[in-house]
């Protein structure tokens, strides 16, 4: 069954403090891998496609990468604004859909 | 920048009304979604549309749900008679072309059933 498990759930980080999230998925013959970020109340904005192992993109103080198991999202000197929930989706290898991961709550202090 | 928009962006009503949401797709997409967000669950897939005809549906999408892109433009799901657990953040997405294209999503219909 595809599958998308990310971690940590949640995520405090003081203002600067640097860090990974990560995304592990199960699904053959993967077809890309999506990053979003959603704030409360709000739909999931796009951040990223990754499609090949070793691919990395980078947006402001983002960089995702991918692997053939799993992606992370690295933050770098973070700022109280990147608060927010980042899911991790893929698309189901059978069907016309993706399937997200619970998402990571990030909460960055000032 | 292109986006996708719904409306309403919060509907209220009694449990076993129908209800109406709308999406206004990004114009040279093809391919139209809706996903349903309980509060503090994933973000879950309902069905999937293409050429005027629905493509895939989950298990989720029963006999009360359907769909339709009744002008060219909007994008509409209708549910017949809600229930409570139908209280949800409900979002269209759509996509242009090939399989693994991204989905871009509005900002979400909050549907709270009383």
């Known amino acids: 069954e595809d599958q998308v498990t990310q971690s940590p759930e949640a995520l405090r980080l003081q203002e600067g403090e640097s860090s990974s999230l990560n995304c592990s998925y199960t699904?053959?013959?993967?077809?890309?891998l999506f990053w979003y970020r959603q704030d409360p109340g709000k739909g999931p904005e796009f951040l990223f496609t990754?499609?090949?192992a070793g691919e990395e993109k980078e947006k402001e103080r983002l960089k995702a990468t991918l692997t053939k198991k799993e992606s992370f999202l690295h933050i770098t000197a973070p700022k109280p604004e990147d608060s927010a929930t980042y899911l991790c989706?893929?698309?189901?290898?059978?069907?016309?859909?993706?399937?997200f991961g619970k998402g990571t709550r990030l909460h960055i202090l000032p | 920048e292109p986006e996708v928009t719904q409306t309403p962006s919060h509907q209220v009503t009694q449990m076993g009304q129908e209800v109406i949401l709308r999406c206004v797709p990004i114009?040279?997409?093809?391919?139209f979604y809706w996903y349903r967000q309980i509060l503090g669950q994933k973000v879950e897939f309902l069905v999937s549309?293409?050429?005027?005809?629905?493509?895939?549906k989950s298990e989720i999408f029963d006999d009360q749900f359907s769909v339709e892109r009744p002008d060219g433009s909007n994008f509409t799901l209708k549910i017949r008679s809600t229930k409570l657990e139908d209280s949800a953040m409900y979002f269209c997405?759509?996509?242009?072309?090939?399989?693994?294209?991204?989905?871009?999503f509005g900002p979400g219909t909050r549907l709270t059933v009383l």
């Open positions: 990754l499609y090949s």
């Open positions: 997405a759509t996509r242009d072309r090939g399989l693994g294209d991204t989905q871009y």
């Open positions: 549309f293409y050429n005027n005809e629905i493509s895939e």
């Open positions: 989706a893929v698309p189901s290898n059978r069907d016309d859909k993706i399937i």
């Open positions: 114009s040279n997409h093809l391919y």
């Open positions: 699904v053959s013959g993967l077809r890309g």
